[in-house]
């Protein structure tokens, strides 16, 4: 019954001239319409700024094109896209005749008094060239298009998610070089504190207690120093990976997180992300390759017309195919199969491209989603970072001047050790915690730029070969 149904829809469809691939139809984006934090903000559009324009630092920038050229999982993207154009040739030349010069000898009984007759035939010959009536391999043509474009589309997310992750990689590496300066200056301080604290308590000044307090201060420094030379040594593998070169183990940045300005990007609405994004893009391009799919299904239910020919000289002798003595032939041989019975094969084919087409629809819908999510946690973070950056300023300046005030109590026999030693503990983790949010709404900024599919200046669609 199904087969039935299926056939006179589809005869229908084919008399009545329409493409038996179906009418494609974008799907609702299954997203909100607005983001849920506050998105707009004065300037330049994500897509409309180049990174070289939104990472202004030299030396970034410079690691950013590096990697562009080097990085091998970029250079696998772009051989990618190679592949896919050279498949979509392929499809392409199946619509076209296959021509070839071919020199063939046949040996058979005369029907007429039963000698052997041989016949020698030389020219062109076309094998088994398919009329494609009904659509099929223009259907699997224009699927083998957009799986290009998708593919073309991939290259441009990756150089998207390889700019983000260079800039990320580079501004850890800018905190780390901080906090390794901040450990190194709070180490040498606390190595003095322990020597004080020592010579008062061998002068019977200070109490043991004091000494292992102090001494339990400077040992925390310590570890805190080898932990930031370990994580700046990892930081720059990271970062030596993603260029595709390894780096000097003495690079640096040469910059601090408080010199590094990234412009803020207005988020716009939903639908300017999606036609902004590369991966969604991408995707769309493989739900419409899966349609695209289906019209090859639906053409194998239909007759299939082929067309084997040959013309040349033909001759009795080998050698008078090159002598002249031959004489011209031509053959003429076309088939056409029509489906009578295949086990099912022909409708398990359609169903199977429709769930295709489904799969390819849900794909679509989790891209969408997931490009929301991404906008939406960019922008929670820069409506908070900011504030939350503001505030641990102020606890790390607040930390500080009570040290100096601690110090200037302590000197003066007013307070005790042990409260110049909290102070000072407390500035330090306030400094860490300061850089670290510093980091965090820098990586925010650049994670929103990145969402918003920024990095790649020309958001239309690839050119279609």
Not at 147 to 176: F, H, M, P
Not at 252 to 271: C, H, I, M
Not at 421 to 427: F, T
Request: aromatic content about 6%; charged content about 20%.
């Amino acid at each position: 019954m199904i087969r039935k149904t299926a056939l006179a829809a589809l005869a229908a469809a084919a008399l009545a001239g329409c493409s038996l691939i179906p009418t494609y139809e974008r799907p609702a984006a299954p997203v909100p319409g607005s983001f849920a934090y506050p998105g707009a903000s004065e300037g330049t559009a994500a897509t409309g700024l180049d990174w070289q324009q939104f990472f202004t630092d030299a030396r970034l920038r410079e690691l950013i094109a590096r990697a562009l050229t080097n990085n091998r999982d970029l250079r696998i993207a772009v051989l990618n896209v190679e592949q896919a154009r050279a498949q979509y040739d392929i499809r392409r030349a199946d619509l076209y005749p296959n021509v070839a010069v071919g020199v063939s000898g046949s040996r058979a009984p005369n029907p007429v008094n039963g000698n052997q007759t041989t016949t020698y035939q030389a020219g062109l010959t076309l094998s088994a060239w398919e009329l494609d009536v009904f659509g099929r391999l223009r259907s699997l043509s224009q699927a083998a298009v957009d799986q290009y474009l998708a593919t073309e589309e991939g290259r441009k997310a990756a150089q998207i998610t390889l700019i983000g992750s260079v800039a990320n990689a580079w501004l850890s590496l800018a905190a780390d070089e901080e906090l390794l300066a901040l450990t190194q200056d709070t180490l040498g301080t606390r190595s003095e504190t322990l020597r004080l604290t020592r010579l008062r308590f061998d002068n019977g000044v200070s109490s043991e207690l004091d000494v292992r307090l102090a001494q339990s201060l400077f040992e925390t420094a310590r570890a805190a120093l080898f932990q930031q030379q370990r994580q700046r040594a990892l930081d720059l593998s990271t970062l030596a990976l993603l260029v595709g070169q390894p780096l000097p183990p003495d690079f640096s940045t040469g910059a601090t997180l408080a010199a590094v300005a990234l412009p803020d990007v207005p988020a716009g609405t939903p639908s300017d992300v999606l036609t902004a994004r590369p991966d969604v893009r991408q995707a769309e391009q493989l739900l419409q390759s899966a349609n695209a799919n289906i019209g090859a299904a639906r053409a194998a239910f239909f007759p299939r017309i082929t067309l084997t020919a040959s013309a040349g000289r033909a001759s009795s002798q080998l050698s008078g195919l090159f002598d002249g003595g031959g004489k011209w032939a031509y053959t003429v041989a076309p088939q056409l199969l029509l489906p009578i019975f295949d086990a099912g094969r022909n409708v398990a084919g359609l169903r199977s491209a429709n769930v295709a087409r489904d799969i390819a629809v849900a794909q679509y819908e989790r891209s969408i989603q997931q490009a929301f999510k991404e906008v939406s946690d960019a922008l929670a973070g820069r409506t908070t970072l900011a504030d939350q950056l503001q505030a641990q300023v102020n606890v790390a300046e607040a930390e500080s001047a009570r040290t100096r005030l601690s110090q200037l109590r302590y000197d003066a026999g007013v307070a005790s050790s042990l409260d110049l030693l909290d102070a000072q503990r407390s500035q330090f983790a306030a400094r860490q915690a300061e850089i670290q949010t510093r980091l965090a709404r820098l990586q925010n900024q650049v994670l929103l730029y990145r969402a918003l599919g920024g990095g790649w200046t020309q958001p239309q669609a690839a050119a279609q070969p």
